[in-house]
């Protein structure tokens, strides 16, 4: 096949496509080679990559509008990315026409490679082409085709993921292109891709079952497109934030907070199908082809012919199914490795929601109205599974209503620290009310009610702080081995440090001095 390209001058593209065969023919040559040393199978696959680079590049050169020179430009740009070259192997990608039949694919690479050269702080690309780099690639990528209802899932696949691709891309507008951001917002563009794209891919047979629910490829699609979603709208919610336009933040992340109060999470929802041995949805059925039915011709008459009577068979018991035995069929379940990507894409999805719902909280807190934030603090629980891990995040807004209330203060606004003191004292009623609560939060609850003038409750919160098994411990907790017992010591060092500011602010002298004794010590004694 390189023979020919390289020698022949066949009419029709025919040099072309014998060099793409040959390309294809060097990629698989060395995976039926057995029975040699790792040395030497690495010296023959080298050899086959040098030959596939030149004999592609030498395509690329000399048959530039063939039809053939684009496969075996994709296949070159795979192998210039192997070999930690990702602007000559955009710049190849750059030259595989529209026409291509895996264009699709191409456009995916393309939009990948630029992703990470934009995205990357060592980044190989100039500074001065990132905004034609980010302009090109989502040109490219917003010129794909949608393919028909009924085609098929290799054709479907490439082309959703490109769209996610294009979404994300745009959430790097503001970095990469503020000229163009000022014109139509990428965040806005982001967004409208993610929900598009997330209506088409119910449009696609091969991605939904005749119920119109979703196959497993229908379900990894998806959550591409809703976790590019959920990025596109943290992205927004947090740039306005920091801006200090807390409604329009706000307002970027509401429709999907709303989706998450009305619907489950995306884990639980795709539980049923990702359980391993279970049957896979099946896609809709294809309609058959319609055919002229053939011409009966008129039956010949034939002499009756007299037969024997037949006998009746003996009519035999069906045979019983066999019974498959517990976890038979889960390892060796066809769809185990996908099972397992859609459940994994899930919990990212959920997980990256809890930062909406920290956002929400954030802003809640930061307009004032720390009260509305308890819906927030079940959909946290919903997504999160406990308020302990979330404590960092809450103790990061507690930090920041203190602040916000000290500063409130000292401008003598004295009606408006009350009413962000009162309505964040509701919020923290409200995870006070909450069963078992765990020592770190009982910690965090004691600090915050002081924090909102509420001591009383401070202390009543921070007693429920368990001091240690040992306490000898308390003296030196860096020498504990154990996580969990140091972190039970420092805990409750803490919580006692807190119980004597909450006596300290109530007035309660008498208690707070002997608290401060017990965690003294004496000769006889020795604190902590």
Not at 289 to 307: F, G, I, S, V
Not at 469 to 479: D, I, Q, R, S
């Amino acid at each position: 096949g390189e023979h020919m390209a390289r020698t022949t001058k066949a009419p029709g593209g025919k040099s072309s496509l014998a060099g793409a065969l040959a390309i294809s023919g060097y990629f698989s040559s060395t995976a039926q080679i057995k029975n040699a040393g790792a040395e030497k199978l690495d010296a023959l696959r080298k050899t086959d990559r040098d030959r596939s680079i030149a004999l592609a590049t030498f395509l690329d050169k000399q048959f530039p509008n063939d039809t053939a020179t684009d496969r075996a430009r994709h296949r070159l740009a795979g192998l210039l990315y192997e070999d930690q070259k990702p602007v000559e192997a955009y710049e190849v990608l750059l030259r595989v026409r529209p026409g291509y039949e895996s264009i699709s694919s191409a456009r995916l690479f393309q939009g990948a490679l630029a992703s990470q050269m934009l995205s990357a702080k060592d980044s190989p690309l100039p500074e001065a082409r990132r905004k034609d780099v980010f302009r090109r690639t989502t040109s490219d990528l917003d010129k794909l085709v949608k393919p028909l209802a009924t085609a098929p899932e290799d054709e479907v696949r490439p082309y959703v993921t490109a769209r996610c691709r294009l979404a994300m891309l745009y959430i790097l507008q503001p970095r990469v292109d503020p000229d163009g951001d000022r014109l139509e917002p990428g965040f806005a563009k982001a967004r409208k891709v993610a929900d598009d794209t997330l209506g088409a891919i119910a449009t696609f047979n091969e991605l939904v079952t005749e119920n119109k629910s979703f196959t497993l490829d229908g379900w990894e699609l998806r959550l591409l497109a809703e976790d590019a979603k959920t990025k596109a709208a943290y992205a927004e919610g947090t740039t306005l934030f920091a801006q200090g336009k807390y409604d329009p933040a706000y307002a970027a992340i509401g429709a999907i907070l709303a989706e998450m109060n009305t619907s489950t999470t995306f884990v639980e929802q795709v539980k049923g199908i990702t359980t391993l041995g279970a049957k896979p949805p099946a896609p809709m059925p294809k309609e058959p082809e319609k055919k002229e039915p053939p011409k009966k011709e008129p039956p010949k008459k034939e002499p009756e012919k007299k037969e024997p009577p037949k006998k009746e068979p003996e009519k035999k018991e069906p045979a019983a199914e066999p019974k498959p035995e517990s976890g038979e069929g889960m390892e060796d379940d066809p769809d185990k490795t996908q099972k397992e990507q859609i459940a994994n894409l899930a919990k990212g999805v959920d997980l990256y929601r809890q930062n909406l719902i920290v956002l929400a909280l954030k802003i809640r807190v930061k307009k004032g109205e720390a009260e509305k934030g308890i819906e927030q603090l079940d959909l946290l629980k919903k997504y999160g599974g406990s308020i302990e891990a979330n404590i960092g995040t809450l103790e990061q807004i507690t930090n920041e209503m203190a602040a916000q209330i000290v500063g409130l203060r000292r401008e003598n606004k004295q009606e408006e620290a009350k009413a962000l003191s009162d309505g964040f004292a509701k919020l923290l009623d409200k995870l006070s009310a909450e069963p078992g609560l765990p020592a770190s939060v009982q910690r965090f609850l004691g600090q915050s009610l002081i924090i909102v003038g509420q001591y009383d409750k401070a202390v009543d919160a921070l007693k429920k702080v368990p001091p240690p098994a040992n306490l000898a411990t308390l003296a030196k907790p860096n020498e504990i081995a154990d996580p969990v017992e140091r972190r039970v010591v420092n805990e409750y060092r803490r919580a006692s440090l807190e119980l004597l500011r909450a006596y300290r602010q109530s007035n309660k002298f008498a208690e707070a001095d002997a608290a401060l004794a017990a965690a003294m010590g004496d000769p006889a004694k020795p604190g902590w």
